[in-house]
């Protein structure tokens, strides 16, 4: 039954890392804008930061991030001197307006920095921002770009939390997304940052990748395991060639179908809650004394382009081409091009160039999605007491939604609306039905499950 549902629900829609979804990003939402955003900030509040490292010194096609590959270092130390200006601009305009409870790093590859860069970055940014005295700092590793000195420069720079991608440890699967990595690799990475004070480490996973079978899965998440990570987070492989050309490389014939694709979810899902782990939204988990599963327990569980988090902070400010930031009056997004990114950041200039601005309908939408990527329900009270008018229309669309649909993929249980238990591997296209510009956009996505 639920494979059937499955492969019947295959369509392509949103991940909801946010509401609006990118797609829908225009051109209104400019520098001028984001600096009036930037400058509309109010004193005493918390920050985070994302840092986007655009480059690889490898480029692997299972990949859809904004990311390019480079066999030399030079675009990357001329990229850095960009972001430190932006970095700069970007703290005077915030500056005695909040401090920073968390930092990510993201990319392409923060981990292909030289170490002597990724400590002048972390300085960089204590230099332009007030930081909390436990504020989180998360880096993405790429565990073929490490060795010592990187460690050491990562322990340097406070890192708290080290997040390593592995996707599959079958040899077969990691040639065909020109992705090698052994398990050995990959522990010496993790034994690295333990042994310099990390206290947590999160390990990425990927199904419904070339060549994968269930058994293939089953396998890596039972070395994935021996690692004893803090966290998992377990995604479905994004096949999206019109927008990554790379990955056209992936001949689409070695793809598994989406039964399979189900299948595959819920065998490794199955096998890392069996080890302790809590389930924490669609595709995260993590140990019970995690921040992560203590959030979740307590409703208090967030969705950003990082994935699930427990971060709270209103305010997100993205650094470097392609970052985006999330405000309270909207998302703003940098200029992708790097060389575009450079020129713009020159002389105090900020490199925003398309975004959106919430209307009172998207707040409510956004409320609702968020509400249903996290705990799978949301309450009727609650949506009227924080939205009024706005909320009982929500209400009302969501309660036809919940009588009419034969699949019960939400029900009315008092006064919240539930996606069952058994319904939850389905609950992006259960969001999709709240999301406006879904019905009738032309914005490809990737597969629901």
Known sequence: ??????????????????????????????????????????????????????????????????????????????????LYAEIATVG???????????VHFGGGSPTMLKPQHLVTLGTALRDNFDFLDDAKISVEIDPNDMDGVRLDALAEIGMTRASL?????????????????????TKAVV???????????????????????????RSTVAQALTLEPDRIALFGYAHVPWFKKHQTMIDEAWLPGPTERFAQSQLAARAIEDNGYESIGLDHFARPGDALAIAARAGELHRNFQGYTEDRCETLIGLGSSSIGRF??????????????????EDGKLAAVRGIAFSDDDRVRGWII??????????AIDLVESFGKAGQKLLRQASSIALNDPARLLELQGDRFVVPAENRPFVRSIAAKFDKYFEGGTARHSAAV
């Not at 034994?191 to 899965?217: A, F, I, K």
């Not at 309270?328 to 713009?344: K, L």
């Open 191 to 217: 034994d690295g940052v333990r042994s310099r004070g990390v206290d947590s480490v999160n390990l990425d996973l990927l199904y419904g990748l070339p060549h994968q079978t269930s058994e293939s899965v």
């Open 92 to 102: 005077s305009l915030v500056s005695g307006k909040g401090r920073v409870r968390a």
């Open 1 to 82: 039954m639920r494979s059937e549902l499955a492969a019947r629900l295959g369509e392509n829609v949103p991940r909801y890392t946010s509401y609006p979804s990118t797609p829908h990003f225009h051109q209104g939402i400019d520098a001028v804008v984001y600096r009036g955003w930037l400058e509309a900030l109010e004193g005493g509040g918390e920050l985070s930061l994302y840092l986007h490292i655009p480059y690889c010194d490898r480029l692997c096609w299972f990949c859809a991030c904004h990311t390019k590959h480079t066999r030399h270092y030079a675009p990357v130390a001329a990229y850095l001197q960009s």
């Open 370 to 379: 968020e509400r249903l990527m996290c705990d799978f329900a949301f309450s």
């Open 165 to 185: 991608g592995v996707q599959d440890f079958d040899p077969k699967v990691q040639r065909a997304i020109n992705r090698e990595q052994s398990l050995l690799q």
């Open 328 to 345: 309270r009056q909207g998302y703003v997004q940098n200029m992708p091009s790097t060389g575009e990114y450079r020129s713009m950041t």
